[in-house]
């Protein structure tokens, strides 16, 4: 493996990793506040999940770019 | 759904009433009072409002009882039939006083019980710990410190501050001089548990020190405080092992005096209930000075089964009236009605929210892509197979428990289904272990962790998410063109339009499509960005692009599925890589834990992101919320599920 492939690899994974971070973050947040929503009104389950998961498209573009890297470079 | 008015003579108000009740199919709605019409609400009676008052708290009062029966042991809940023309709440609660005066004695005491199996173990361990500080204590008997005349005194100090410890000893100090001894070992963070030794004679110069409200101690409880630290432990620990068992006996107790009642109190909590809901039912009607009137909402073909079997409960005496309702009318209940197949789907829709009144039901779409998409992400023949007996054993085991678990198993077992096939399509079987066992890629399609599998794999996910975001907009627009909404329907054809446009355009720049092309997709995408564009008038500058590049990322978002997907073959890998490493029997231990925790990410993974992209990705297209859902005047939930009795015999 030359370095160009090596600087590759670790760029995909910063890509994946740093939107990995940001998503966890948010996500984290979010969670509290859904946990906290949900056990005063249970109904806002649906809801709940639907905000918790927003933030992972963060990552899904993360894995695109990284996807893209690993193939187009 | 179709608007009924039930009309009749007002002295069979209240039969009529108990009959609409007993019938469980008419969602009760307020009934107007226009001018003119001589309707009038039914005048505020003041002995109704006390007998409202007496129900509300009898139920509370039986809630609580019936709460306090084990499920096993807890009667079904009786249908509807039994509603009684009026009930003597008072003389319910007369009947049950008896037993709940003797039932909230035991509760206390179960209560005590269950508070001191809390509390005393956080004694035993600092006392534990201050055994060795004070051996020479711990060895003498109670009746050797009485013969001593010494007296002991165990403390649990919660610190505010770390001067507490050394202010104690120094108040005790002027007291005693030098007539006590004070061990402490901190118990935690904010705890230090004390021993404090002194003579006999100043036990009340002790207890004023210790009773000063700057000295925050926490007694021992009463019992164990006279004994010696071993014997105070010793007695607390034989109390610790013997609470279990002394619980478990107070909740039989309280069992054993609720449970010879619970159906008979059943069958009042059914009663008051009803009772009380017809007395709801009151503020919604309205009369004349001969007449009632009362409204509501029937599923349409329903209304002729209702008319007749009305007519005969109530001898004829009355006028049923049938009316449509406005395609735009918000107030109309929803009662989502699909096929067998698609009906475990309506419990995960309704998750996000009740559609609104004639607007379309995701459960279909939910229910052809939901389990496509599961499978894609898990696409294992070995993981499908177990995520299939597992479904199949869970749709058992709630036949007849709650709907929506019933609904999940299903989804599962869909989902499973859709795991086979794409196993069968990825030639995975617990990851690469198919390929290690057989020595050769038996993939049909593509081995997903293959190399050359990233790009079909991603235009793959690709092509599903434009499927269902194109079907989601279609949708969309069919139903702006049933409310007759032209803005929404111009603003999802231009989106339509450009996404159209884009992705012929990429298709195009990657060689898959001519470069004739070209042009008209170009042409394609710039009108459906100026239509988005005007719509919006002068904030269509900002909101129109922000729009068409959301739903770009929503075709993007559905990457996930290659995304998840690859994690677990990886994940799948890794454990036969692992499992491979060491000796055998280390190797099934490990490869089982690798692949059990692979198992129970991709139950629970791909289901949630299979929601998430129908929730904001799909249904944000066409999906309209805010429906009331149809709840029909003295529906009963004894089996949970399905439509109302008379909607059942209907039907």
């Not at chain 1, 971070?21 to 806002?44: C, F, N, T, V």
């Not at chain 2, 005066?101 to 199996?117: D, F, G, K, T, Y």
């Not at chain 2, 001969?290 to 007519?311: D, H, I, K, Q, S």
């Not at chain 2, 434009?466 to 803005?487: D, I, K, T, Y």
Request: proline share 5%; glycine share 10%; net charge negative.
């Amino acid at each position: 493996m030359d370095i160009g492939t090596g600087l590759v690899a670790i760029g995909a994974g910063l890509a994946v990793g740093l939107a990995a971070l940001g998503s966890g973050y948010a996500q984290g947040r979010i969670g509290a506040a859904a946990i906290g929503a949900i056990a005063e009104k249970p109904e806002m389950t649906g809801r709940a999940i639907l905000l918790v998961a927003i933030p992972e498209t963060l990552v899904i573009l993360g894995f695109a770019i990284a996807a893209m890297t690993i193939l187009l470079l | 759904m179709a608007r009924v008015r039930v009309i009749g003579p007002k002295r069979d108000l209240v039969r009529a009433i108990e009959e609409l009740h007993t019938l469980e199919a008419l969602h009760l709605d307020v009934v107007g009072t226009a001018v003119g019409t001589g309707l009038a609400s039914v005048p505020e009676d003041h002995g109704r409002d006390r007998h409202r008052g007496e129900l509300s708290l009898l139920l509370v009062e039986l809630d609580a009882l019936l709460s306090l029966v084990t499920r096993p042991d807890r009667p079904t809940p009786v249908g509807g039939d039994q509603v009684p023309g009026s009930i003597d709440a008072s003389a319910m609660r007369s009947a049950i006083a008896p037993t709940v005066h003797e039932v909230e004695a035991r509760v206390r005491e179960l209560e005590e019980l269950e508070a001191e199996a809390v509390i005393l173990p956080r004694y035993v361990q600092p006392l534990r710990q201050l055994l060795p500080l004070v051996p020479w204590l711990a060895d003498l008997s109670d009746h050797d410190l009485a013969l001593l005349r010494l007296d002991t005194a165990a403390l649990v100090l919660n610190l505010e501050n770390d001067t507490v410890l050394s202010r104690l000893r120094a108040e005790v100090a002027a007291e005693l001089g030098e007539r006590f001894e004070l061990v402490a070992t901190a118990v935690d963070e904010n705890t230090v548990g004390c021993v404090l030794v002194f003579p006999h004679d100043a036990g009340d110069v002790v207890s004023g020190l210790l009773g000063r409200e700057h000295v925050r101690h926490v007694a021992l409880p009463v019992r164990y405080s006279k004994l010696s630290l071993k014997g105070a432990i010793e007695a607390m620990e034989k109390r610790v092992r013997a609470l279990p068992a002394a619980i478990q006996e107070a909740q039989a107790a309280v069992r054993a005096l609720v449970s010879p009642h619970a159906a008979q109190w059943q069958l009042y909590r059914t009663a008051a209930a009803a009772e009380l809901e017809q007395l709801d039912a009151i503020r919604l009607l309205r009369t004349t000075d001969r007449a009632y009137v009362m409204e509501g909402w029937l599923p349409r073909n329903e209304t002729g089964r209702f008319r007749e079997e009305l007519e005969q409960r109530l001898g004829g005496h009355v006028v049923v009236e049938e009316s449509k309702p406005a395609r735009d009318d918000r107030c109309v209940p929803v009662l989502l009605r699909n096929a067998r197949l698609v009906r475990p789907f309506e419990a995960l829709a309704q998750f996000l929210d009740v559609p609104r009144s004639a607007s379309l039901d995701p459960s279909l779409v939910m229910a052809v892509f939901m389990p496509l998409m599961f499978g894609i992400m898990v696409g294992d023949i070995g993981y499908g197979v177990i995520l299939l007996v597992l479904g199949l054993y869970a749709r058992r085991r709630f036949a007849h428990g709650a709907r929506v678990l019933r609904d999940i198993s299903f989804v599962l077992v869909a989902g499973a289904a859709w795991s086979l096939v794409f196993g069968v399509l990825f030639g995975e079987f617990f990851g690469d272990l198919g390929k290690r066992l057989l020595g050769y890629d038996w993939a049909v399609w593509m081995y997903r962790p293959g190399a050359q599998a990233l790009e079909p794999l991603l235009l793959f996910a690709i092509a599903i998410g434009v499927v269902h975001v194109v079907l989601g907009l279609l949708l969309g627009m069919w139903q702006s063109a049933r409310f007759r909404e032209s803005r929404t329907l111009l603003d999802r054809l231009g989106t339509l339009l450009v996404i159209a446009g884009l992705f012929v355009v990429a298709g195009v720049a990657a060689d898959h499509l001519p470069e004739t092309a070209m042009t008209p997709a170009v042409a394609v995408a710039i009108v459906g960005l100026v239509l988005v564009l005007s719509l919006h008038g002068a904030m269509g500058l900002m909101v129109g692009p922000l729009e068409l590049l959301g739903a770009l990322g929503n075709i993007l978002s559905y990457l996930r599925l290659a995304a998840v997907g690859l994690a677990s073959a990886y994940l799948a890998i890794v454990a036969n890589e692992l499992a491979l490493a060491g000796p055998i029997w280390l190797g099934i231990i490990v490869g089982t834990l690798f692949h059990t925790l692979n198992l129970a990410l991709a139950g629970f993974s791909p289901m949630v992101q299979a929601l998430r992209l129908h929730y904001v990705e799909c249904s944000s297209k066409f999906f309209e919320g805010g429906g009331t859902p149809f709840h029909p005047f003295g529906e009963r939930h004894t089996t949970g599920t399905g439509p109302s009795r008379m909607v059942e015999q209907i039907t």
